[in-house]
């Protein structure tokens, strides 16, 4: 497949691993945390690790947006579906995670719920248009490359006075989370998440362009490169890692020229600044409350927002009190440090959040790499 | 036959189906004499088949041979798709299921459950396409069953059939026949029928050319059959045909994890050695879904003893189904039952179960 295929060529690959190997020092450890799921599922998909050196390991990061997906959040979207009846579009994945009492969104379908799986928030907004008589909820959920086409329907269904079409806003900010991480004991104190660089976000960093990582490599002395979701994005983004280490620079660098440029898709950033605000505080999977890390629906658009046409007060729920999620998004844990990983906790039962995504890293290395931990 | 009591012919052209059709009465009578009937008719009935009787008396089977029963149903949406229908996915899906046990496949029941109000235009469409299949692939339609739900409780309508084969004295192929160091061979390209489907979902709707590649394959199971008996058959346990399986739902990875689990095997894979056409691989990218379990309905598996396989892999490629034919990978000892396979890009993984639903009603 023609600007594909180019990307995935095993020859090349084994051209970076060769590089790689060479210039990765033996006598030293290089950990570089892959903070996007697309780059966690690339890596696992296609077996990267096989290609890396010992001393380079990948840690896996919190840039899932089910995995993130608090409890809470899930809880409001089927109280919307099962109690107010209305319509519930969400993104398939979003299906799947477990929310309280043992429900999901698909449970709660199975009950009688009116839940459909969306490609996009487009398909959400033609429904509500198409069928008057229903009331239509966009579960909004991801970082920021899903926000801009929530903050378009919201436009839409503005300039068409669409009164039955509603957005219950979770989207949440790629650099809030990477500034958390960076802030947390285990990296800053305790040293525990050695973190020599990061992946920075292919997808997201279209929308809002390679700058905002320039504070973390200054303020926290990081090497940043931002990649691509192919798997030879991803070697070359860690030879460049690699480099950067090995000279003692800390800068940000785009591998992923061919979509992202420094400044980002101002139209984009344009629609969603007029559409969303920041929220002062959000609750995070693994992360827990992160002052300012989400976007609610601006005061001019309240019409359109389902919290507050629904009063939805959003209640915080633990985790499962062995489940691992949290420390693994932070990439203090592997997911084969938990007790649940592959016993009670498998993709077909998740537990935990980590596990439904198939960019979750339990999931993915449930599903591709489990032969690694071969009981010898 | 004397003529029944009822005047007019059914309106194929703006009729629907409704609740009389299913009731037992002359409109089911009606709409068994007029639409399945001469639609099922086969040169090969004898008269213990077609006599309208609750059910059909078959022949004796050769001396020795066994009795091979398959069932599956149908229901696919859309109705009506790019390289096939419902009709002919029904009797191709369980021709396929009856080859894949080594059998010749010989007689099919039918059952419909049709929605009330479905256009009969549509059903006409659907039983002259099963019917043409059923001719084609040299099985009779001996008996059948309809039945009709009111609007609202069915999907237009579902069609289950049952197939019935012959097999020979000696034959014997299960999944639970791999061994370790065999190989494992495939017809042909993989996820052509569930994308084919998929490009036609309403919601989903995008402009391809992908057809599905539904079709009968016992008449390449034969020619396999023919080049590389049965283990069993040749008597050698490190010779012959293990097993054949058409990776059908849930892809080539389902059908392979079945088979390491009953075979109480691992398997490793070639990821080079897999076929995905161009806007098959497309599709799947952009859904973001993996050829590797996306359904086949007219292609198989073998696994067959390694000193076999260039000789059966010849026999594949040899008839017009198989001509794609590859060797796809090998079976391993592994007590974990892994699939896992080397991809092209130089590393490894394994190739999971599939987990959840990855693409609803394909079938």
């Known amino acids: 497949m023609k600007y594909v295929d180019e990307y995935r060529d095993g020859s090349v690959a084994t051209q970076l691993a060769a590089a790689i190997a060479a210039e990765a020092d033996p006598q030293r450890r290089y950990a570089f945390m892959e903070f996007c799921g697309g780059h966690t599922h690339a ?14 390991r990948m840690i896996h990061g919190p840039g899932c947006p089910v995995c993130v997906l608090p409890i809470g959040r899930i809880d409001q979207a089927i109280r919307l579906a099962l109690e107010h009846k209305v319509t519930l579009c969400a993104y398939g994945d979003t299906l799947r995670v477990p929310a309280s009492a043992g429900m999901s969104l698909l449970k709660a379908k199975a009950r009688g719920g009116d839940i459909r799986m969306v490609y996009s928030a487009a398909d959400a907004l033609a429904l509500a248009r198409d069928e008057p008589t229903r009331e239509v909820v966009f579960f909004a959920i991801g970082f920021e490359t899903t926000t801009p086409p929530t903050a378009l329907v919201l436009r839409q269904a503005r300039q068409l006075g669409l009164r039955n079409f509603l957005v219950l806003c979770c989207h949440v900010l790629t650099p809030s989370a990477i500034g958390t991480i960076l802030e947390s004991q285990e990296v800053r104190q305790l040293g525990t998440v050695p973190i020599d660089g990061f992946i920075g976000p292919a ?32 070697m070359q983004a860690i030879l460049m890692l690699v480099r950067q280490v090995n000279e003692g620079r800390c800068e940000v660098e785009n591998e992923f020229t061919r979509a992202v440029n420094r400044d980002g898709n101002l139209k984009a950033q344009q629609h969603v600044s007029e559409v969303f605000e920041l929220r002062k505080s959000f609750e995070w999977r693994g992360l827990g409350m992160v002052p300012y890390s989400a976007l609610k629906i601006r005061s001019a658009y309240a019409e359109w927002d389902a919290e507050r046409r629904y009063a939805l007060n959003y209640q915080g729920v633990a985790d499962h009190k062995a489940c691992e999620c949290g420390a693994i998004l932070r990439g203090v844990k ?19 959040s980590c596990m439904v995504s198939s960019e979750g890293g339990c999931a993915a290395h449930y599903t591709y790499g489990r032969f690694r931990e071969r009981v010898a | 036959m004397s003529r029944r009591a009822y005047v007019r012919p059914l309106d194929l052209k703006h009729g629907c189906v409704d609740l009389s059709h299913g009731a037992g009465g002359r409109a089911m009578q009606q709409l068994i004499d007029e639409l399945f009937a001469p639609a099922f008719s086969s040169a090969g009935t004898s008269d213990d088949i077609g006599r309208g009787d609750d059910g059909a008396v078959l022949p004796p ?70 019917g043409a299949a059923a001719r084609a692939a040299g099985v009779c339609i001996v008996t059948g069953d309809t039945k009709v739900v009111e609007q609202g409780n069915g999907d237009g309508v579902f069609v289950n059939t049952t197939g019935f084969g012959a097999l020979p004295a000696t034959r014997s192929l299960s999944g639970a026949y791999a061994r370790p160091g065999d190989s494992i061979l495939l017809s ?10 998929m490009s036609k979902r309403e919601s989903l709707a995008f402009d391809s050319e992908i057809e599905s590649d539904s079709a009968a394959l016992h008449e390449l199971v034969a020619a396999m059959l023919e080049a590389v ?4 058959e040749c008597g050698d346990p490190d010779r012959g045909l293990r097993l054949l399986r058409d990776p059908t739902r849930g892809g080539l990875a389902s059908t392979l994890n079945e088979i390491a689990l009953q075979s109480d095997v691992g398997i490793q894979l070639q990821e080079s050695a897999l076929s995905v056409k161009p806007q098959v691989a497309a599709a799947c990218e952009f859904l973001g879904l993996d050829p590797l379990y996306v359904a086949n309905e007219g292609k198989l598996l073998a696994v067959c003893a390694s000193a076999d396989a260039a000789r059966l892999l010849q026999a594949m490629r040899a008839h017009p189904l198989g001509a794609e034919a590859t060797v796809i990978g090998e079976v391993v000892e592994d007590a974990q039952h892994f699939v896992q396979m080397h991809t092209r890009f130089g590393g490894r993984r394994n190739v999971d179960w599939l987990s959840g639903e990855q693409l609803p009603r394909i079938c």
């Open chain 1, 203 to 234: 997808h997201v960093s279209t929308v809002i362009g390679s700058r905002p990582y320039e504070f973390f490599a200054e303020e926290y002395r990081k090497p940043v490169v931002i990649a691509g979701f192919e798997p030879l994005d991803v």
């Open chain 2, 188 to 197: 042909g390209s993989i996820g052509d029928h569930g994308m084919a489907i």
């Open chain 1, 334 to 352: 592997k997911p084969t440090d938990c007790k649940l990983f592959a016993t009670v906790c498998t993709p077909d039962n998740p537990m935990g």
């Open chain 2, 61 to 130: 089977l050769a001396a020795g041979e066994r009795m091979v029963i398959a069932t599956d149903s149908h229901v696919v949406s859309p109705l009506f798709f790019p390289g096939g229908d419902i009709g002919s996915l029904a009797v191709h899906g369980t021709v396929n299921d009856v080859a894949m046990m080594g059998a010749r496949p010989l007689y099919l029941s039918v059952g419909f459950i049709l929605e009330e109000g479905f256009a009969l235009a549509d059903l006409a469409r659907i039983v002259a396409s099963m």
């Open chain 1, 43 to 56: 890596i696992s998909r296609y077996g990267v690790s096989d290609l890396l050196p010992p001393q380079v």
């Open chain 2, 229 to 232: 008996p049965s283990s069993a």
